[in-house]
């Protein structure tokens, strides 16, 4: 242990050298003026940064006991986050909370316990006469409790018998244990033994940002139990285990070590692993630890955390294990530079200190982000005639300087990029969100990337109704860089938005009765904390109150229509009770009527037409009854319930039934039929093998979409079509042309035995996109088609959602098949002819996608015109376009954006140079659905009905088969492949 003695408290004064310690005698008027100076210097005082913290630790989140228990846990848990994403290592880390009792501390320690002698010495004595009065007062107490309980009356709980004093203080062993990046061996103590040094100051996001956290910890041992803190840490292939034992000089601020050795590594470990021995209060503490612990799993799904608390008594032990949802980690956020209208003078000051750039243009391209070269030549043109692109940059003189950070805070530059930004993810923040709360309804938002005074952020919001150990009203939950935020909830920009600028009655929200949830998680390179214990965000930054707020609205407007819908379903429902319960009197009223008609004798001239007459001989005979009437409008009301329904799964965009493989686990089944029920209130979810026979034997499920993994889907489909089911299948229409050749041939050969051919349909939207259709038509202005372009620079990489079903990435052809039978399906389309050779080459660039993620192809159609089809799964700057040029024109499609909608721009140049442009918003698969739809409807009405081409699954099958092609002759160096004929 520690013997220097220092301590937070008796380290605060050092005193400034006086005239009086100068042994000097104070004389006449100037002595005592000089005395008056020497008087007021011994007022002046330093402190170090770890002296001002311990006086203050308030500030840092180690208010008392029970905070700081939490906030010590709660430190190394997010630097063992960080530690492990910095090298991007999927999370590991074991937090282990060990009660020590007080004769166990102080034999630890090497003190001998003492029994009382004097107890009237202490806080706790009670004399003879107290003991009774509490005594009595107790009795008096239970008495009324058992007459309460007796009334059927609400029980208060008994208060906690309060010694005067503060008791006897709980201490712990907080021990957190990663599979991190470590630490340097040489590094170890500045790092845990120095107030406000980390690694973690560069402009990236990252939890930590002061270098402050560990070392409180460190610094309320000390205070609380004067035990040093014990690191173990290995880096990546380092053959030893670096030990340090160490504690704080906090008069100094500087690492005091106890032990600094090289151990053996014989496991080849990597991580660290930080012991610290400080007091607590877990009584009071446990339900936050708990709680930041569930909450961490919830925006972290990635991390597999193993919490344990341990204690002498067995039964208040606990283990908890947050498993692991998704092993796919949001991007590493990228080091950026700094924002021009971000920086104060201070740090213009340091960024020319430390440049390496010589002149003035090059500082200002080079160390600032979007400042091009034109645009630094502007910008020093508008400094004024003493400024020069060539001066030297550290020749500046401070007026210069303060003319630069007044033109950056004036101009208009660029916002930052988000890239230097890890959000969480909608999909992981949805998931999360069904995860813990189990909700009825739930929508989730995400902001593109914003900016507050030259800071990029991004807002991501969720709002769930109903659930799981949900309170009436709302039920707030705040992320800061994917910290939650326990503390203070009251002033937090997110609170305060939630509770006073959102009119939840305007969202058929009922903001004291409905089970709100709202979920806000910002990451920024800066989040704008009050306060140095990162508990909450203040609400006085515009730009961040009012992305909260539009990202809160968005999913109100979300859930505003689900509420609408549900409503509108449970209209249905009601409709179709109350109709049904008219039915027998109706039936018994046509009856009625029909019988005295009957009954009537036969007018002389026919009043009838022929049906008519042949309907009341039928009563007359009784081969019509009113049983047959009842019937009659039984089914009625069924197939108009039927079609209503199916019309509200189209119009939603919704699949007609939904279920899952058997081998998928129970927990993902359930999170499923959460999320269908999300969109449609009243489906029914089956699953596994049971759930898939019950569909296959409901006669009054028609149609089945099958969405699933692109591995399983063509087996699946065919056992529905055996099932008499007709089918719409998600695309890729098969993994390669020879399963979809023998799909075919199996569905070919089913023995009619139905009233109809089952249809099989592929939804493939591009097909029925109005661009493509529209298109299609300009095509026949263009001349014999001379040239054909594709281009596909798409922005598939691991933060897109599709990135997250291993399935995908499991894909023989990876993404160029997953998504490239779309652009093939868009290019068949256009130009109407079929794909016959093709030569390609293809490229494996970005490891973390499968491989070949680049392929370039040049390809011929039957009609003799050759193109070529370039696809980059994952590109810097999105951008999708075919164009075919042809004798007389040009018809182009691009992606793109109008008036805020998504879309193609289609752009149709003429023989007079004449160029017409349009644009068309994506249908989505509301097309296709309408088309299946309606062909199901047809097809049980009609036999011989014939369904949209477009949807065929053989169209499917022959865009595989092209990239299949593609990818064979990239795989043969470019040589000439036939495409398959299906
Ligand atoms: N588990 C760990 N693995 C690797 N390095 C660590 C670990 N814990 C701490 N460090 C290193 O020690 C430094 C100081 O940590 P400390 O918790 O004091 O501050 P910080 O995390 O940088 O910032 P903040 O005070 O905002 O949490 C970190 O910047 C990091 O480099």
């Given at each position: 242990?520690?013997?220097?003695?220092?301590?937070?408290?008796?380290?605060?004064?050092?005193?400034?050298?006086?005239?009086?310690?100068?042994?000097s005698k104070?004389?006449?008027?100037?002595?005592?003026?000089a005395?008056?100076?020497?008087?007021?210097?011994?007022?002046?005082?330093?402190?170090?940064?770890?002296?001002?913290?311990?006086?203050?630790?308030?500030?840092?989140?180690?208010?008392?006991?029970?905070?700081?228990?939490?906030?010590?846990?709660?430190?190394?848990?997010?630097?063992?986050?960080?530690?492990?994403?910095?090298?991007?290592?999927?999370?590991?880390i074991?937090?282990?909370?060990?009660?020590?009792?007080?004769?166990?501390?102080?034999?630890?320690i090497?003190?001998?316990?003492?029994?009382r002698?004097?107890?009237?010495?202490?806080?706790?004595?009670?004399?003879?006469?107290?003991?009774?009065?509490?005594?009595a007062?107790?009795?008096?107490?239970?008495?009324?409790?058992?007459?309460?309980?007796?009334?059927?009356?609400?029980?208060?709980?008994?208060?906690?018998?309060r010694?005067?004093?503060?008791?006897?203080?709980?201490?712990?062993?907080?021990?957190?244990?990663?599979?991190?990046?470590?630490?340097?061996h040489?590094?170890?103590?500045?790092?845990?033994g120095?107030v406000?040094?980390?690694?973690?100051?560069?402009?990236?996001?990252?939890?930590?940002?002061?270098?402050l956290?560990?070392?409180?910890?460190?610094?309320?041992?000390?205070?609380?139990?004067?035990?040093?803190?014990?690191?173990?840490?290995s880096?990546?292939?380092?053959?030893?285990?670096?030990?340090?034992?160490?504690?704080?000089?906090?008069?100094?601020?500087?690492?005091?070590?106890h032990?600094?050795?090289k151990?053996?590594?014989?496991?080849?470990?990597?991580?660290?692993?930080?012991?610290?021995?400080?007091?607590?209060?877990?009584?009071?503490?446990?339900?936050?630890?708990?709680?930041?612990?569930?909450?961490?799993?919830?925006?972290?799904?990635?991390?597999?955390?193993?919490?344990?608390?341990?204690?002498?008594?067995?039964?208040?032990?606990?283990?908890?294990?947050?498993?692991?949802?998704?092993?796919?980690?949001?991007?590493?956020?990228?080091?950026?530079?700094?924002h021009?209208?971000?920086?104060?003078?201070?740090?213009?000051k340091?960024?020319?200190?430390?440049?390496?750039?010589?002149?003035?243009?090059?500082?200002?391209?080079?160390?600032?982000?979007n400042?091009?070269?034109?645009?630094?030549?502007?910008?020093?043109?508008?400094?004024?005639p003493?400024?020069?692109?060539?001066?030297?940059?550290?020749?500046?003189?401070?007026?210069q300087?303060?003319?630069?950070?007044?033109?950056?805070?004036?101009?208009?530059?660029?916002?930052?990029?988000?890239?230097?930004?890890?959000?969480?993810?909608?999909?992981?923040?949805r998931?999360?969100?069904?995860?813990?709360?189990?909700?009825?309804?739930?929508?989730?938002?995400?902001?593109?990337?914003?900016?507050?005074?030259?800071?990029?952020?991004?807002?991501?919001?969720g709002i769930?109704?109903?659930?799981?150990?949900?309170?009436?009203g709302?039920?707030?939950?705040?992320?800061?860089?994917r910290?939650?935020?326990?503390?203070?909830?009251?002033?937090?920009?997110?609170?305060?938005?939630?509770?006073?600028?959102?009119?939840?009655?305007?969202?058929?929200?009922n903001?004291?009765?409905?089970?709100?949830?709202?979920?806000?998680?910002?990451?920024?390179?800066?989040?704008?904390?009050?306060?140095?214990?990162?508990?909450?965000i203040?609400?006085?930054?515009t730009?961040?109150?009012?992305?909260?707020?539009?990202a809160?609205?968005?999913?109100?407007l979300?859930?505003?229509?689900?509420?609408?819908?549900?409503l509108?379903?449970?209209?249905?429902?009601?409709?179709?009770?109350?109709?049904?319960?008219?039915?027998?009197?109706v039936?018994?009223?046509?009856?009625?009527?029909?019988?005295?008609i009957?009954?009537?004798?036969?007018?002389?001239?026919?009043?009838?037409?022929?049906?008519?007459?042949?309907?009341?001989?039928?009563?007359?005979?009784?081969?019509?009854?009113?049983?047959?009437?009842?019937?009659c409008?039984?089914?009625?009301?069924?197939?108009?319930?039927?079609?209503?329904?199916?019309?509200?799964?189209?119009?939603?965009?919704?699949?007609?039934?939904?279920?899952h493989?058997?081998?998928?686990?129970l927990?993902?089944?359930?999170?499923?039929?959460?999320?269908?029920?999300?969109?449609?209130?009243?489906?029914?979810?089956?699953?596994?093998?049971?759930?898939?026979?019950?569909?296959?034997?409901?006669?009054?499920?028609?149609?089945?979409?099958?969405?699933?993994?692109?591995?399983?889907?063509?087996?699946?489909?065919?056992?529905?079509?055996?099932?008499?089911?007709?089918?719409?299948?998600?695309?890729?229409?098969?993994?390669?042309?020879?399963?979809?050749?023998?799909?075919?041939?199996?569905y070919?050969?089913?023995?009619?035995?139905?009233?109809?051919?089952p249809?099989?349909?592929?939804?493939?939207?591009?097909?029925?996109?109005?661009?493509?259709?529209?298109?299609?038509?300009?095509?026949?202005?263009?001349?014999?088609?001379?040239?054909?372009?594709?281009?596909?620079?798409?922005?598939?990489?691991?933060?897109?959602?599709?990135?997250?079903?291993?399935?995908?990435?499991?894909?023989?052809?990876g993404?160029?098949?997953?998504?490239?039978?779309?652009?093939?399906?868009?290019?068949?389309?256009?130009?109407?002819?079929?794909?016959?050779?093709?030569?390609?080459?293809?490229?494996?660039?970005?490891?973390?996608?499968?491989?070949?993620?680049?392929?370039?192809?040049?390809?011929?159609?039957?009609?003799?015109?050759?193109?070529?089809?370039?696809?980059?799964?994952?590109?810097?700057?999105?951008?999708?376009?075919?164009?075919?040029?042809g004798?007389?024109?040009?018809?182009?499609?691009?992606?793109?954006i109008d008036?805020?909608?998504?879309?193609y721009?289609?752009?149709f140049?003429?023989?007079?140079?004449?160029?017409?442009?349009?644009?068309?918003?994506?249908c989505?698969?509301?097309?296709?659905?309408?088309?299946?739809?309606?062909?199901?409807?047809q097809?049980?009405?009609?036999?011989?009905?014939?369904?949209e081409?477009?949807?065929?699954?053989?169209?499917?099958?022959?865009?595989?088969?092209?990239?299949?092609?593609?990818?064979?002759?990239?795989?043969?160096?470019?040589?000439?492949?036939?495409?398959k004929?299906?």
């Amino acid at each position: 242990m520690d013997a220097s003695g220092d301590s937070a408290a008796g380290a605060t004064k050092r005193k400034a050298p006086s005239a009086a310690a100068a042994g000097s005698k104070p004389k006449g008027k100037a002595t005592s003026k000089a005395s008056a100076t020497a008087k007021e210097s011994s007022l002046l005082k330093q402190k170090s940064p770890a002296e001002f913290f311990a006086e203050n630790k308030n500030i840092a989140g180690f208010d008392n006991p029970g905070k700081s228990l939490y906030t010590t846990m709660r430190e190394l848990v997010e630097n063992a986050l960080d530690s492990a994403e910095s090298i991007s290592v999927i999370p590991d880390i074991e937090i282990t909370l060990e009660e020590i009792t007080k004769n166990k501390f102080n034999t630890m320690i090497g003190l001998v316990d003492r029994d009382r002698i004097d107890e009237e010495l202490y806080d706790d004595f009670e004399s003879t006469k107290a003991r009774e009065k509490r005594l009595a007062k107790e009795a008096r107490f239970q008495e009324t409790q058992a007459k309460n309980a007796a009334l059927g009356k609400k029980v208060k709980e008994a208060p906690a018998a309060r010694g005067k004093g503060r008791g006897d203080a709980a201490f712990f062993r907080v021990t957190c244990k990663d599979n991190g990046r470590g630490m340097p061996h040489d590094d170890i103590p500045n790092m845990l033994g120095r107030v406000l040094s980390g690694t973690k100051y560069g402009l990236r996001q990252t939890r930590g940002k002061f270098g402050l956290g560990a070392k409180m910890a460190l610094i309320w041992s000390k205070m609380s139990t004067g035990l040093p803190i014990e690191i173990k840490s290995s880096m990546k292939g380092q053959k030893f285990i670096s030990f340090c034992r160490l504690d704080i000089d906090i008069h100094k601020n500087v690492p005091h070590v106890h032990l600094h050795e090289k151990r053996e590594n014989k496991d080849h470990w990597h991580g660290a692993e930080i012991q610290v021995i400080i007091e607590g209060n877990w009584t009071t503490h446990r339900s936050k630890i708990l709680h930041y612990m569930r909450q961490m799993a919830v925006i972290t799904p990635y991390a597999q955390f193993l919490f344990r608390f341990l204690s002498d008594s067995a039964d208040k032990n606990l283990t908890i294990q947050f498993a692991r949802r998704t092993d796919v980690m949001p991007p590493i956020p990228l080091q950026t530079k700094h924002h021009p209208s971000a920086v104060d003078l201070l740090l213009i000051k340091r960024l020319i200190t430390e440049t390496t750039k010589q002149n003035l243009l090059q500082f200002l391209q080079h160390e600032f982000v979007n400042i091009s070269k034109s645009h630094a030549e502007r910008l020093i043109g508008e400094m004024g005639p003493d400024f020069s692109a060539k001066m030297t940059v550290k020749s500046l003189t401070s007026q210069q300087l303060v003319r630069i950070h007044q033109l950056f805070r004036q101009a208009k530059f660029d916002d930052p990029s988000g890239n230097c930004l890890s959000p969480a993810g909608e999909y992981n923040l949805r998931l999360g969100i069904i995860k813990e709360l189990h909700p009825d309804l739930v929508a989730t938002h995400a902001s593109s990337p914003q900016v507050f005074e030259g800071h990029p952020f991004i807002v991501e919001a969720g709002i769930s109704i109903g659930g799981k150990d949900v309170k009436h009203g709302l039920n707030i939950f705040r992320y800061a860089n994917r910290i939650p935020l326990l503390f203070e909830q009251g002033a937090d920009v997110i609170t305060r938005t939630a509770l006073k600028r959102i009119n939840w009655s305007s969202y058929k929200i009922n903001q004291q009765q409905d089970k709100i949830g709202v979920f806000v998680s910002i990451v920024s390179t800066k989040i704008p904390f009050k306060g140095t214990g990162k508990e909450y965000i203040g609400d006085d930054i515009t730009e961040i109150s009012s992305a909260v707020q539009s990202a809160l609205k968005q999913c109100c407007l979300q859930l505003k229509s689900k509420i609408v819908k549900k409503l509108q379903a449970r209209e249905r429902q009601d409709r179709k009770r109350n109709l049904n319960r008219y039915i027998p009197d109706v039936a018994r009223a046509i009856m009625d009527t029909l019988g005295e008609i009957a009954d009537e004798s036969p007018p002389k001239r026919p009043r009838y037409d022929k049906e008519d007459e042949e309907l009341l001989e039928k009563v007359n005979s009784q081969e019509v009854t009113e049983m047959t009437f009842r019937d009659c409008l039984t089914q009625h009301v069924e197939q108009v319930d039927y079609e209503m329904a199916l019309e509200y799964a189209m119009q939603s965009g919704e699949a007609l039934e939904c279920f899952h493989k058997g081998e998928i686990p129970l927990e993902s089944a359930a999170a499923a039929a959460e999320l269908a029920r999300d969109f449609a209130p009243e489906i029914e979810c089956r699953w596994g093998d049971a759930g898939l026979e019950e569909i296959m034997a409901d006669r009054s499920i028609a149609g089945v979409a099958v969405v699933l993994a692109g591995q399983v889907q063509v087996e699946l489909s065919l056992k529905m079509l055996k099932a008499g089911k007709h089918v719409i299948q998600e695309k890729p229409a098969s993994e390669s042309t020879t399963e979809a050749e023998t799909a075919l041939s199996v569905y070919n050969s089913f023995p009619s035995q139905f009233p109809y051919k089952p249809i099989w349909a592929l939804a493939e939207n591009y097909r029925f996109e109005p661009a493509f259709v529209e298109s299609r038509k300009l095509m026949n202005d263009i001349g014999d088609m001379m040239n054909i372009q594709v281009i596909i620079e798409g922005s598939m990489n691991s933060s897109n959602p599709y990135f997250n079903s291993s399935w995908r990435r499991n894909f023989v052809g990876g993404f160029i098949l997953d998504m490239g039978v779309h652009f093939i399906a868009g290019l068949r389309m256009l130009v109407g002819s079929e794909i016959a050779t093709v030569s390609s080459i293809s490229r494996h660039v970005d490891k973390a996608l499968p491989p070949p993620d680049n392929i370039c192809s040049l390809f011929q159609l039957e009609n003799g015109c050759a193109g070529v089809f370039v696809f980059a799964v994952n590109s810097r700057s999105p951008k999708i376009l075919w164009r075919v040029d042809g004798t007389k024109g040009t018809v182009q499609i691009e992606r793109g954006i109008d008036s805020g909608k998504h879309g193609y721009q289609v752009l149709f140049s003429s023989e007079n140079a004449q160029c017409q442009k349009t644009f068309y918003p994506f249908c989505g698969v509301n097309e296709e659905l309408k088309a299946f739809v309606h062909d199901i409807l047809q097809a049980n009405k009609d036999g011989g009905h014939k369904a949209e081409p477009r949807s065929s699954y053989v169209e499917g099958a022959r865009d595989v088969a092209v990239l299949e092609a593609m990818l064979e002759s990239s795989a043969k160096q470019g040589a000439l492949v036939q495409v398959k004929k299906l």
